[in-house]
C-alpha cells in the first residue's frame, strides 16, 4: 500500500458555461500541464448568459430506449421506485481544474439517499459543493432504485442479485455521457472519476473495475467512450465480501472478496475511506478490497479513522472521520487531478 501522506445539452447551457470558462476547453492526458485558452469574450451586444444557479439535470437514457422500458417493466409495483435515472450537474464557479467526479449516493440500493436530511445535502448540494471549491465539476447520479445492485431481503434474510443490473448500467451510461460530451461540460475526457457512500461505494467499486464490459448493448455514440474512470473513492463502500452471497461460515466468507468485482491489475488509483466503528458497513470490508488490490499492484490508499460511524458524508460530527474531505483533497493532489 502506498502510504497515505499529508505532504447533444443545449445551447444555453454551453453559453453559460462559456461565460463561467467551463466550455470549450481541448482534451489532453492528465499528467500534462498545457494552459486552457480563455473563453471568448461576449459582444456587448449580446450579453452573455448568467451562469445556472443551481444543478443542470440531464437524463441518462433516451426515453423510448430499450434499456429505460426493460427498467419501467422490472419496477413495475416498486413502492417509491426511481425509473428514470439522470445526472445533476454542479459546475465550479471559478478556477476549474478540468477534472470530473461522479458521485454515487448510498441509499442500499433500496433508494437514493439524497433527501433533505441526507449528509451530502439536498441532492448531493453539499458534497457538491466540496468538490466545486476545489475546482471540480461534481456530477451526482440518481441511480435507478430499488433492488438495482446486491440487496438484503428482509423477508427471505438472505442477500439478492438483481434480474438486471441497472445501477451498474447507469453508472456506466453515466461514465460514457459525460466523456462523450466532456468540451460541453468543460472537463478533461481522462480525468473524470467516481466516488460513492455506501451502496454508491460498492457502485463506484463496480464502476471502477467491471470498466472492460458494458452492462447493456450500446445506443448511441456516447457509448463508444471509455467506461474507465480515472480514479475511484469509494467511501464506506458496502456490498464488498462473500457474505453477501450468503456464503457460510460467514467469519469465512467476510474475508473473502466478492465475486462480483473482478480485481486486474488496470484498475484506476483507489482512495478507500472507512471508519473503524462503522456499525453497518464493516470495515473489513475496504481491508479486504485493500489486500487484493495490493496482490495485483493496483496504486491503492486506504486512511481508517477510530470515530465516525457510518453515512457521515460531508457533514461534519466532532469525530475523526471530520478529516476525511482534507485527506481525500491531499491524494487527489498528489494523484495530479487538482491542477489544471
Known amino acids: 500500500m502506498r502510504a497515505f501522506r499529508d505532504s447533444g445539452w443545449n445551447a444555453v447551457l454551453v453559453s453559460a458555461l462559456l461565460a463561467m470558462g467551463l466550455a470549450g476547453c481541448g482534451e489532453r492526458p492528465p499528467a500534462a500541464g498545457a494552459a486552457v485558452a480563455p473563453a471568448p469574450t461576449p459582444a456587448a451586444s449580446a450579453p452573455a448568459p448568467a451562469a445556472p444557479s443551481g444543478p443542470v439535470e440531464v437524463a441518462l437514457w433516451p426515453e423510448d430506449s430499450q434499456v429505460m422500458r426493460d427498467g ?7 413502492q417509491w421506485a426511481t425509473t428514470r435515472s439522470s445526472l445533476l450537474l454542479y459546475a465550479p464557479k471559478q478556477n476549474s481544474t478540468r477534472t470530473a467526479v461522479l458521485v454515487f449516493p448510498g441509499g442500499g440500493y433500496k433508494r437514493v439517499a439524497v433527501g433533505p436530511d441526507s449528509t451530502l445535502g439536498q441532492d448531493g448540494a453539499d458534497v457538491c459543493q466540496w468538490l466545486n471549491s476545489a475546482g471540480m ?36 451510461r453515466a461514465m460514457s455521457l459525460v466523456r462523450h460530451r466532456a468540451a460541453d461540460y468543460g472537463i478533461d475526457p481522462d480525468r473524470i472519476g467516481v466516488m460513492g457512500f455506501s451502496a454508491g461505494g460498492n457502485l463506484a467499486v463496480l464502476s471502477s473495475t467491471a470498466f472492460r464490459t458494458r452492462a447493456y448493448a450500446p445506443l448511441d455514440a456516447a457509448d463508444q467512450a471509455s467506461l474507465r474512470p480515472a480514479f ?11 457474505e453477501h452471497k450468503n456464503q457460510t461460515p460467514k467469519a469465512l466468507a467476510a474475508q473473502q472478496l466478492n465475486t462480483d468485482i473482478l480485481v486486474s491489475a488496470d484498475i484506476p488509483p483507489t482512495l ?11 470495515v473489513h470490508y475496504s481491508l479486504v478490497y485493500q489486500r487484493e488490490l495490493e496482490k495485483a499492484g493496483v496504486d491503492v490508499t486506504l486512511v481508517l ?8 458524508g460531508v457533514k461534519k460530527q466532532g469525530k475523526d472521520t471530520d ?7 491531499r491524494w487527489l493532489a498528489q494523484e495530479g487531478f487538482l491542477t489544471p
Request: charged share 25%; proline share 10%; net charge negative.
Open 72 to 78: 419501467i417493466r422490472e419496477l413495475a409495483g416498486e
Open 137 to 172: 465539476t461534481c456530477v451526482l447520479v440518481k441511480y435507478r432504485v430499488p433492488n438495482t445492485g446486491c440487496n438484503w431481503n428482509p423477508e427471505t434474510r438472505r442477500h439478492e442479485q438483481p434480474r438486471i443490473p441497472m445501477a451498474l448500467q447507469d453508472a456506466q
Open 232 to 242: 475511484a473513492i469509494p467511501v464506506y463502500p458496502g456490498h464488498m465480501t462473500m
Open 272 to 282: 478507500l475511506i472507512h471508519s473503524k466503528d462503522d456499525p453497518v458497513d464493516p
Open 305 to 312: 479513522y477510530e470515530t465516525g460511524g457510518h453515512a457521515f
Open 323 to 329: 478529516r476525511w474531505t482534507d485527506d481525500a483533497l
